[in-house]
């Protein structure tokens, strides 16, 4: 029965182990990666105890790629990628060729052949795009510029692994090879890479959005579900059995052709579970792999490997960040996001051992590579931001990366009564554009390059830099400026932001918002004066416009919602329905008011013993029926099943002649 089962018990045990490492990661502080790298080399076959199916495994390992890559797709359109071409595709193919070098160079250090030098050095340009992507994720630095570029950069290299996977059995198989046929299978493979992208954007991005509209209208929401996780993989399998393309480019495209359509936004919600899931494999499967009695045989090695990846790639990212006038912070974000290796870099190494160029000892010494170098990724990220404040600090070091930028003009050194806006988001735009049309001057501070530009455009002036992170706040003026506006960034970023601008300007009034009430709590203690909370207000606007429909009078709505706020946001949290209940006691009390007609219900009239639905009050007479008393206790919030009896009053909202024809039909 265990041989019958080892897929299933390899899976399970793997999600198991996964799940303990990454709870132990969690208590360390550590990425939940590292817990998912551990776990998976806990049921590996180089380990003790239960002995796992790293092959299938592996094969698992794929569907995490797919359904990352398509996810990647659906939040990465082709005017992103057309945006960031100019530094992606000569940052990708500069970079595989000097990392290419520098692993060869190490290599012939370790005293391998020149054919493996060649392997190693391909394997070690090559970055991971699921590592990427997680990372940046997590980081919160996916939907920036410099993450924009780290994706397009690693698209650009995912093309350059097919044509190099092409080429190694070509130069490296048993016998000559001419250039001629040379040249004709690197011709071939691009005319089909060439084939698919226009395949997917010609006919791809009409096809799938109509085939995901008719479903999701006429078919159940499973049905709709599946046929999401079938474009993504079935996209991703074309690609890899029709073209020899990898399934991360097709299903890249895959989520690239579906973003356009209307239901891109559920699309990704349905994806979602999947790619987490998997994604968590692919890591355990990775863990898998390695055999740490080999790398404990040639842990030098692996220390000096292990530099290159990190170290080396970073240095190289950041030398041609200054060549391609990336930016500062975009640069970081490259170096960061590519001082690793993975998925396609196990490929090369498995063509290697298939062509005879790698022995297993030197295959796995890559894979040991790969795992630390992703284990440790994530604190490359940690490392961004005092690197951003250590290189601006320099000014002449600075200027290296940011001499192609657009410089903003500095706010004026006399500037005062000014609000400054920290974040020029959804949120951040709505409060400029209010006070822009009252005359009243504003100071945008935005952390991306391009938003800030375009606060510039609309004629705002702006100061580009993060400001929980670095001096900006210090060239804002806040000893000046009538109020600060945190629009941007999360609860934590906040308080920072809050904590730093009470210290510069004591007197300042500082307006945030925060998430729930714990952050709230927090922000006050760092500052702020006025703290919004979204989700809260958003919940009051829901009522109002409910009790809108029932009927009620936007005198006795607003009492009710006044009467919240008034008791504090706590009112509205957890474990305080007495304040609510208060809050209710007065609403009821102002039923009594000029607005509400109270119409008794008379013994012999037809409404007696009927339900208002029976009634049909509404429609009948346009008037509401918004409450009821009887003896002597007013219910609100009736509904169509309540049923009258005589003696009762109700309460009628609504034009004279409306209630007039109601009470007729109550006598």
């Known amino acids: 029965m265990h041989g019958d089962t080892i897929l299933l018990m390899t899976f399970v045990f793997a999600l198991v182990a996964a799940f303990a490492g990454g709870l132990v990661a969690r208590a360390l502080r550590l990425p939940p990666i590292v817990g998912y790298l551990v776990g998976g080399l806990v049921v590996s076959p180089f380990t003790p105890g239960f ?12 569907v995490g790629v797919m359904f990352m890559m398509f996810s990647t797709g659906l939040h990465f359109s082709l005017k992103d990628l057309f945006e960031v071409k100019g530094i992606a595709v000569p940052g990708a193919i500069l970079q595989i060729a000097v990392g290419t070098a520098a692993g060869y160079a190490l290599a012939l250090a370790f005293g391998w052949t020149p054919q493996a030098g060649i392997m190693l050095g391909l394997s070690v340009s090559i970055a991971s795009t699921v590592v990427l992507i997680k990372n940046l994720t997590d980081a919160g630095l996916y939907q920036t510029h410099g993450g924009r570029v780290a994706t397009g950069w ?6 350059a692994t097919v044509v190099i996977l092409v080429v190694l059995p070509v130069v490296f198989g048993p016998g000559e090879t001419s250039g001629a046929e040379l040249a004709s299978g690197l011709a071939w493979a691009l005319a089909k890479t060439v084939a698919f992208v226009l395949l997917m954007l010609v006919v791809g991005s009409r096809l799938l959005p109509w085939v995901l509209g008719r479903i999701a209208r006429f078919c159940p929401a499973e049905l709709f579900q599946l046929a999401v996780v079938v474009i993504a993989l079935g996209t991703a399998m074309a690609a890899a059995l ?5 399934v991360a480019l097709g299903a890249f495209l895959a989520g690239v052709v ?10 990704a919600a349905e994806a979602i579970p999947f790619k987490d899931l998997f994604s968590i494999i692919f890591f355990a499967s990775v863990g898998m792999m390695v055999n740490p009695v080999t790398l404990a045989a040639h842990v030098g090695e692996l220390i000096a490997l292990v530099a290159l990846i990190m170290v080396g790639k970073w240095l190289i990212n950041m030398v041609l960040g200054v060549v391609l006038s990336a930016g500062l912070r975009g640069t970081l974000t490259v170096a960061a996001g590519l001082a690793q290796i993975g998925e396609f870099s196990f490929i090369i190494g498995q063509t290697g051992m298939a062509l005879g160029v790698l022995s297993s000892e030197q295959y796995t010494l890559i894979l040991g590579g790969a795992v630390v170098s992703i284990a440790l990724n994530s604190f490359a990220f940690k490392l961004i931001d005092p690197l951003e404040r250590w290189i601006r600090a320099h000014g002449r070091l600075a200027a290296l990366y940011e001499r192609h930028a657009h410089h903003f003009e500095e706010p004026a050194s006399d500037l005062h009564g000014h609000v400054v806006v920290v974040g020029y988001g959804n949120a951040g735009r709505c409060v400029t554009e209010v006070l822009n049309n009252l005359g009243i001057p504003c100071l945008v501070v935005e952390r991306e390059l391009e938003v800030a530009e375009e606060a510039e455009a609309d004629g705002l002036c702006a100061l580009v830099g993060d400001a929980a992170n670095s001096e900006i706040l210090a060239h804002a003026h806040l000893d000046g400026a009538r109020v600060l506006v945190i629009a941007g960034g999360g609860d934590a970023a906040a308080e920072v932001i809050a904590h730093e601008a009470r210290s510069l300007a004591p007197g300042l009034h500082i307006v945030t918002r925060a998430a729930d009430a714990d952050g ?16 809260l207000e958003g919940g ?24 919240l706020r008034a008791s504090g946001y706590e009112a509205l949290g957890d474990g305080a329905q007495a304040a609510r209940r208060r809050a209710f006691a007065r609403l009821a009390a102002s039923l009594s008011e000029v607005e509400l007609e109270w119409v008794p219900v008379d013994a012999g009239s037809i409404a007696a013993g009927r339900t208002l639905g029976e009634l049909d009050l509404r429609a009948q007479t346009g008037a509401n029926a918004v409450a009821l008393r009887r003896d002597g206790e007013v219910a609100l919030f009736i509904d169509a099943k309540t049923r009258l009896c005589a003696g009762d009053a109700v309460g009628l909202v609504g034009t004279a002649e409306q209630v007039e024809a109601a009470s007729r039909l109550f006598a």
Do not use: C, W
């Open 51 to 62: 002995i796992g199916d790293s092959h299938a495994m592996n094969q698992l390992a794929e």
């Open 154 to 159: 690693l698209i650009v290299e995912d093309l």
């Open 242 to 246: 029709v073209f020899d393309l990898s």
């Open 258 to 267: 579906v973003s356009g359509s209307k239901l891109s936004h559920r699309i």
């Open 520 to 535: 709230l709590a927090a922000l006050v203690a760092a500052g702020a004066n006025e703290v919004v909370r979204p989700e």
């Open 540 to 563: 009051i606007e829901l009522m109002r416009h409910t009790m809108i429909d029932l009927g009620y009078t936007p005198r006795q709505i607003e009492g009710y919602a006044n009467e």
